[in-house]
T-cell receptor, first 113, second 112 residues
């Protein structure tokens, strides 16, 4: 079991460029999440999905889009990167919401110059 | 809306000393409470969780936490820390089938 994997691990973008972060899980989890982590701010939820083909906005969705075409994959897109999107991005998955543990990927460090 | 407060952004402690990391939450209904740990350059992993029942919860690596409903707290403790416990610790809260809300984290720095 690989658990939750994220690609790429590191990326540097110029302002205005676009990119897609890929998250994959092999635990057959229904729920998947994208967070960003910034110093002193903890983890903030960007978007999440409660099942294949469904997505919903989290706390800080502006500037990001997501897709969940397959149950095991959750993609996070930045259409026009801005320096404020410099952050570490974590993907997580869980069997369901509420009481169920979330399993995290190793993170993607994104720098936008 | 629920929220989580971790008052201490950083806690320095010597090896083999006891430690307590504080977490308070705000919610008017029953909640589920979690502590996650993040080692340097890694993702988060679950340390322990409170769902119901006994208010004292034991987790991995010798950590434990006590749920106090009257004080809306869920403080994390360890009687004797190791250098390897140096990490960032996040408290989180959720309700039934709802999303996790994380605190801002407490960095535990263990020195010899």
């Amino acid at each position: 079991n690989a658990g939750v994997t994220q690609t790429p691990k590191f990326r540097v973008l110029k302002t205005g460029q676009s990119m897609t972060l890929l998250c994959a899980q092999d635990m057959n989890h229904e729920y998947m999440y994208w967070y960003r982590q910034d110093p002193g701010m903890g983890l903030r939820l960007i978007h999440y999905s409660v099942g294949e083909g469904t997505t919903a906005k989290g706390e800080v969705p502006d500037g990001y889009n997501v897709s969940r075409l397959k149950k095991q994959n959750f993609l996070l897109g930045l259409e026009s990167a801005a320096p404020s999107q410099t952050s570490v991005y974590f993907c997580a998955s869980s069997y369901s919401g509420g009481r169920f543990e979330q399993y995290f990927g190793p993170g993607t460090r994104l720098t936008v110059t | 809306a629920q929220s989580v407060t971790q008052l201490d952004s950083q806690v320095p402690v010597f090896e083999e000393a006891p430690v307590e990391l504080r977490c308070n939450y705000s919610s008017s209904v029953s909640v589920y409470l979690f502590w996650y740990v993040q080692y340097p350059n890694q993702g988060l992993q679950l340390l322990l969780k409170y769902l119901s029942g006994s208010t004292l919860v034991k987790g991995i690596n010798g950590f434990e936490a006590e749920f106090n409903k009257s004080q809306t707290s869920f403080h994390l403790r360890k009687p004797s820390v190791h250098i390897s416990d140096t990490a960032e610790y996040f408290c989180a809260v959720s309700k039934s089938f709802q999303k996790l809300v994380f605190g801002t984290g407490t960095r535990l720095l263990v020195s010899p």
